[in-house]
């Protein structure tokens, strides 16, 4: 039987990358996928080669209203939001090489940075939880980094982001705790994911990956050893 039967995903920056297959593994485990992302064009291209179990949805991660529209589209057409998962994220180098170390970083590009990292978590993870609430159970899932606890020199608000994302999905957590809502929070080590949180209320579970956390769960965080699946 597959894990995710009868699911509701919505993946953000599903248009390649680690978003994309995350939304395939998703879709091959009998959920209904929603691709989400700002590349329209390569979004549409995965959403269709998914057939009757994914559709594409523009999200920009920054702006409130676009999750609003994106949420409201979920419930409207299934009446349900069983997973998130928070992937899309950027490095500030999308356009070529600047300065990004804490001496010579330009605030702008600091603020743009945090703005697609960390807001867009902050919005996915309250719209999320409303949407799940009526349901009394979900799964949301912060793509992290191990950036986020070893620093990057070159790459400060990267990094600084996401140590953010990992407290923030701590707080998430604890908030959702009796209401039924897994917040898991993967390290990105470079198309790995060896780093878990696993949340439950009330005692300590192990560690989940991406579809065995979308499957149930809710609660208190935990981190798992190394050499945690995939």
Request: proline share 3%; with cysteine.
């Amino acid at each position: 039987m597959k894990r995710l039967k009868g699911k509701v995903a919505l993946v953000t920056g599903a248009a390649r990358g680690i978003g994309e297959a995350i939304a395939r593994a998703f879709a091959e485990q009998g959920a209904f996928v929603y691709l989400s992302d700002i590349n329209d064009g390569l979004g549409r291209q995965v959403a269709a080669e998914l057939g009757a179990e994914g559709d594409y949805l523009h999200l920009d991660v920054r702006e409130e209203a676009d999750w609003e529209r994106a949420v409201d589209r979920v419930m409207g057409q299934h009446g349900q939001l069983d997973v998130l998962v928070n992937n899309a994220g950027i490095t500030g180098f999308e356009d070529g090489l600047c300065a990004h170390d804490p001496e010579h970083a330009d605030l702008e590009d600091w603020r743009a940075v945090h703005r697609t990292n960390l807001d867009g978590v902050f919005l996915g993870c309250k719209y999320a939880i409303r949407a799940m609430r009526a349901k009394g159970c979900g799964s949301i899932i912060n793509i992290s980094s191990r950036s986020g606890l070893v620093g990057i020199p070159g790459a400060a608000a990267y990094a600084s982001s996401k140590a953010a994302v990992r407290n923030h999905s701590k707080t998430v957590a604890l908030y959702c705790a009796e209401q039924g809502v897994v917040v898991l929070q993967p390290d990105n080590l470079g198309f790995s994911v060896p780093v878990a949180l696993r949340c439950k209320a009330r005692r300590a579970g192990n560690g989940r990956s991406p579809c065995q956390a979308a499957e149930r769960g809710s609660g208190v965080p935990q981190e798992r050893p190394k050499g945690w699946p995939v």
